[in-house]
Antibody, heavy 122, light 113 residues
Framework: EVQLVESGGGLVHPGGSLRLSCSTS????????LTWVRQAPGKGLEWVSS????????YYAASVTGRFTISRDTSKNTLHLQMNSLRAEDTAVYFC???????????????WGQGTLVTVSS | DIVMTQSPDSLAVSLGERATVNCKSS????????????LAWYQQRPGQPPRLLIY???TRESGVPDRFSGSGSGTDFTLTISSLQAEDVAVYYC?????????FGQGTKLEIQ
C-alpha cells in the first residue's frame, strides 16, 4: 500500500524552528518528486515547497523562501521540511504529497498524507 | 503568481441533482506546445487530506466515479458532478500547475440541500 505519514508537528514559539518528516512506503522513493502543502485552520490549500525525484532542484513559495528548506533522505525513504524563523502565519496542517508522474515534476499530486499540525504561538 | 478564483464559495444541491463548480485563472494555463490545460481538481472531505479527482482539466484519476467530470480551457474551467451522492459532501479545490508557485482556488463547499 502506498503511504505517506507526516510527523514532527507541534507547538513552537515565534522565531523558533521545527523539522517535519514524511515517511513514505509502497513506491520507489527515488523516482517521484515530493511536495509540502499547508492548510491554515479553516482555510484553503497553499503550496509550500517541492523537490524533484533526484533532489537536484527545489522550489519554494515566496512566503517561506529563506526560512524553510526541503530535503529528501533516500536511505530512509523520508522527506523533510526544516522550518526556521517561524511566524504565527505559518500555523497550519502540513501535508506531504506525491507527484503524479514517475520522474516528473508536473505539479499536481495523486497521494497525500494525513498531515501534521504546526502551531506557532507564544 | 497565477490567481485561481472559484465560484460559488458554497453550494447546496439535492441528492441526485447536478452540481457545478467554476474556476477561473488570472492567466491562460493552456500550454500551446502540447495543447494541455494545466489544471487539477481535488476533493477534501471533512477531516481528510485532499484527493485528486481530475487533471489536465478533464482526465479523471483512476478510481474516481464517472459522475465527476471536468471541462474548460484557457482560463475558465468547470467541475461537474452529474448526480450528487451523500459522500460527495466536501470542499472542492481547483489548482493550476502551469508554473510555480502552484496555486489553488479558495475552495467551494458542497452540501446537501
Amino acid at each position: 500500500e502506498v503511504q505517506l505519514v507526516e510527523s514532527g508537528g507541534g507547538l513552537v514559539h515565534p522565531g523558533g524552528s521545527l523539522r517535519l518528516s514524511c515517511s513514505t512506503s509502497g513506491f520507489t522513493f527515488s523516482t517521484y518528486a515530493l511536495t509540502w502543502v499547508r492548510q491554515a485552520p479553516g482555510k484553503g490549500l497553499e503550496w509550500v515547497s517541492s523537490v524533484t525525484h533526484s533532489g537536484d532542484r527545489t522550489y519554494y513559495a515566496a512566503s517561506v523562501t529563506g526560512r524553510f528548506t526541503i530535503s529528501r533522505d533516500t536511505s530512509k525513504n523520508t522527506l523533510h521540511l526544516q522550518m526556521n524563523s517561524l511566524r504565527a502565519e505559518d500555523t497550519a496542517v502540513y501535508f506531504c504529497a506525491k507527484e503524479w508522474q514517475y520522474q516528473g515534476l508536473w505539479g499536481f499530486f495523486d497521494l497525500w498524507g494525513q498531515g501534521t499540525l504546526v502551531t506557532v504561538s507564544s | 503568481d497565477i490567481v485561481m478564483t472559484q465560484s460559488p464559495d458554497s453550494l447546496a444541491v439535492s441528492l441526485g441533482e447536478r452540481a457545478t463548480v467554476n474556476c477561473k485563472s488570472s492567466q491562460n494555463i493552456l500550454y500551446s506546445s502540447n495543447n494541455k490545460n494545466y489544471l487539477a481538481w481535488y476533493q477534501q472531505r471533512p477531516g481528510q487530506p485532499p484527493r485528486l479527482l481530475i487533471y489536465w482539466a478533464s482526465t479523471r484519476e483512476s478510481g474516481v466515479p464517472d459522475r465527476f467530470s471536468g471541462s474548460g480551457s484557457g482560463t475558465d474551467f468547470t467541475l461537474t458532478i452529474s448526480s450528487l451522492q451523500a459522500e460527495d459532501v466536501a470542499v472542492y479545490y481547483c489548482q493550476q500547475y502551469y508554473t510555480p508557485p502552484y496555486t489553488f482556488g479558495q475552495g467551494t463547499k458542497l452540501e446537501i440541500q
